[in-house]
């Protein structure tokens, strides 16, 4: 097994992929008013959680997830095959076409670049469309260093007035945010802890032991400090 199969294998098999809870999504509808028989597409939707949501609010919707990993694109299939409105795609997010009533996606977007990534879906909403997106970010006040460590491989992070920055670069404007901390970490940790568990259990080998341990070490940082430790949860819409 090489090192990035060993890291996919500790990111599979788990209810999702980051943080986040249904009731942001619930939230974000309501902000946004988005009702009916509008269009969805959950960019990056990992093995499906948030279409899960989207679909069971947004009954006379139709729901596009879009996946560029086979595998959680299949997870996601799998996962939401009884639900006729959904439809799960294996493609790069980069290349939306749409038309979109609104484009969810819950940490994502940085693999774009926040406003990179807006500028290019500006094209694939519909008159009135919003984008829905989660970004980490860095509380006001002095940030602590183990929250920094948390964040090492994300140099690109901001507090707040940082991330309103790039969303205005991109020529949108901010409807409304709230802060993902706490219980949406935990509905990401939680079940990733249980299979880290389970693939201990198993007699891994050493790249796969490796994995373990960084994702092990990662949910401890989270637990030391989490409440310092933030995604943004964003609703824009071009201005
Ligand atoms: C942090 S995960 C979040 C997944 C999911 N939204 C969730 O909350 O469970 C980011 C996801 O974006 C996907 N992704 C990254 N770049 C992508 C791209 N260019 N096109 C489609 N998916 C992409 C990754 O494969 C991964 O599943």
């Known amino acids: 097994m090489t090192p990035r199969e060993a890291f996919l294998t500790v990111h599979a098999g788990i209810p999702r992929q980051g943080p986040g809870t249904p009731e942001d999504v619930l939230w974000a509808l309501e902000r946004l ?5 509008v269009s969805v597409c959950d960019a990056g939707c990992g093995p499906g959680a948030d279409c899960l949501t989207l679909a069971t609010a947004l009954p006379e919707a139709r729901i596009e997830g879009v996946e560029a990993l ?6 996601a299939r ?6 006729p409105h959904v439809r799960i795609r294996q493609k790069d997010m980069e290349a939306l076409s749409g038309p979109y009533d609104l484009i969810w996606c819950a940490g994502a977007l940085y693999f774009l670049g926040v406003t990179e990534g807006l500028r290019r879906w500006c094209d694939a909403l519909a008159p ?6 989660s970004e980490p970010v860095l509380l006001p006040g ?6 920094r460590d948390f964040w090492a491989e994300y140099p690109a992070i901001t507090d707040l007035d940082g991330i309103v920055a790039r969303i205005e670069a991109a020529g949108y ?26 693939l201990r ?11 373990l341990d960084a994702a092990a070490h990662e949910i401890a940082q989270w637990e030391a400090a989490p409440d310092h430790i933030a995604y943004a ?3 824009v819409r071009p201005a």
């Open 201 to 211: 259990a198993q007699d891994p080998g050493p790249d796969l032991i490796a994995a």
């Open 128 to 133: 009135g469309g919003a984008v829905a997106f």
């Open 33 to 37: 008013g988005i009702s009916g028989e």
């Open 173 to 198: 404007a901010v409807v409304d945010h709230r802060l993902i901390v706490g219980a949406g970490w935990e509905a990401y940790y939680t079940p990733m802890k249980a299979h880290i568990a389970a």
């Open 142 to 147: 002095e940030v602590p260093q183990i929250v």
């Open 233 to 235: 949860l964003m609703l």
């Open 78 to 83: 799998a996962r939401l095959s009884h639900l």
């Open 70 to 75: 086979p595998h959680l694109a299949e997870e």
